[in-house]
């Protein structure tokens, strides 16, 4: 079989490589997107995203920004509501502070992923194969060879945008799971939840049994929501949980939860999938390749969040292949550059965020932040701040910060 030829190879259109494969359109390079799936396709997936993904959309692209605020399979999520491991509960509410191209929103994957493919797919310069599982990856030194189930390819450098359980991950780069830098997710939809807050803050549950982690419920347009269970896999292991077990317990009994519940169908079977935190650097190219998003690991450690950092991740692997191709550097040594260029704008904040998921191991801390927010609303507006910025977040890990809590408000 004769090998289709390219000279960029992206596996994975999901968000990561379809901005990549966008970015790369019209700059005179043969790019070509592989995906095992046919599209639309469920992503297993909290669901929501956040105002960075809007402000990351932006910058590809504003007139896909304006087709996607017209997208009617999402709704607006104005905010967030807490619930500290006492029960209590805490709203920030973004409303007043972010604007309205900046808002959060939720949408099922199957629709946000089929929206950003439909974009790619009236590219001219791209070719498009879906349904193509890849079996193996071959470095030949002087090109890359991907052998799929139908076809077989080659390129001067391939992109791993293929998430979680990325090929070019274990077949080229080799990393193994670390579970202390990897959680264990299970989704479930369900319709006719109730209680939800009249803004669509979204949830986050911090329960004592599950930290460092949370139960979370989101709303969905149709009145249906994304509930689901993130928890770290070390933890998983360490306290021999059932997390499905875990799931339904607290849907079913939690007193916060199940009264919520009562009404509620599940419209599917409970679902699992892994999460890569971005809490540890690891390397992200080597010879002829690159990993993007979740196969570079760059989910934040503390909310879980990973779509922002893989559209991200896109635009960087795009401005790094196009040097590439200038240069014709496609080493391991030059594609380093790459890997720098990552952390330099992720890595604060993946920091960050392992630093305030290692606080959750001390569920009275978060019980007293709680409180103090809710007695006043200074402390309020500190805290959409601190969600918002990077520099003031770092203020949440200063034992001085928690001090002045106590004493002046």
Not at 7 to 31: E, H, N, R
Not at 291 to 317: H, Q, Y
Request: aromatic share 10%; proline share 4%; net charge positive.
């Amino acid at each position: 079989m004769e090998p289709e030829i390219f000279d960029v190879i992206i596996l994975g259109a999901g968000p990561a490589g379809c901005v990549c494969a966008q970015q790369l359109s019209g700059k005179g390079l043969k790019v070509a997107i592989i995906d095992k799936d046919i599209f639309p396709r469920d992503k297993i997936c909290g669901d929501a995203l956040s105002a960075d993904v809007i402000n990351q959309l932006q910058k590809i692209d504003s007139s896909i920004l304006e087709k996607f605020l017209n997208l009617k399979t999402k709704i607006p999520s104005n905010g967030v509501r807490f619930f500290a491991p006492n029960g209590q509960r805490l709203d920030i509410d973004f409303k007043n502070k972010i604007s309205e191209n900046t808002a959060g929103f939720v949408v099922k994957r199957l629709d946000f992923d089929n929206f950003l493919f439909e974009q790619i797919q009236v590219l001219p310069d791209l070719s498009i194969f879906t349904n193509e599982k890849i079996n193996t990856i071959i470095d030949n030194d002087e090109t890359i060879t991907i052998i799929g189930q139908k076809k077989t390819f080659t390129a001067k450098i391939v992109l791993g945008a293929d998430g979680a359980n990325s090929i070019v991950n274990r077949q080229l780069a080799k990393h193994i799971i670390n579970k202390n830098h990897h959680c264990a997710g299970l989704r479930q939809y369900f319709e006719n939840v109730s209680g939800f807050h009249p803004d669509n803050h979204i949830e986050l549950h911090f329960y004592k049994d599950v930290l460092p982690g949370y139960f979370w419920i989101f709303p969905l347009p149709n009145n249906q929501a994304n509930v689901g269970l993130g928890m770290l896999s070390s933890e998983v292991s360490r306290k021999n949980i059932n997390l499905k077990e875990k799931l339904t317990d607290i849907i079913q009994n939690h007193p916060n939860i199940k009264e919520r519940f009562k009404n509620a169908n599940a419209l599917e079977e409970i679902q699992g999938f892994g999460l890569p935190m971005g809490s540890k650097k690891k390397t992200l190219s080597g010879n002829r390749f690159l990993l993007l998003g979740d196969a570079a690991n760059l989910i934040d450690p503390f909310t879980g969040e990973g779509i922002g950092n893989a559209i991200r991740s896109g635009r960087v692997a795009a401005e790094h292949v196009l040097k590439a191709f200038k240069l014709n550097r496609f080493d391991a040594q030059f594609n380093k550059n790459y890997d720098k260029e990552i952390y330099k704008k992720m890595w604060n904040e993946l920091r960050i965020g392992r630093s305030l998921q290692k606080m959750l191991k001390y569920p009275w801390l978060f019980n007293f932040l709680v409180r103090k927010a809710n007695k006043n609303e200074a402390v309020q507006q500190l805290l959409t701040s601190m969600l918002d910025n990077v520099d003031l977040k770092k203020e949440l890990l200063k034992p001085r910060f928690y001090i002045k809590l106590f004493f002046n408000y």
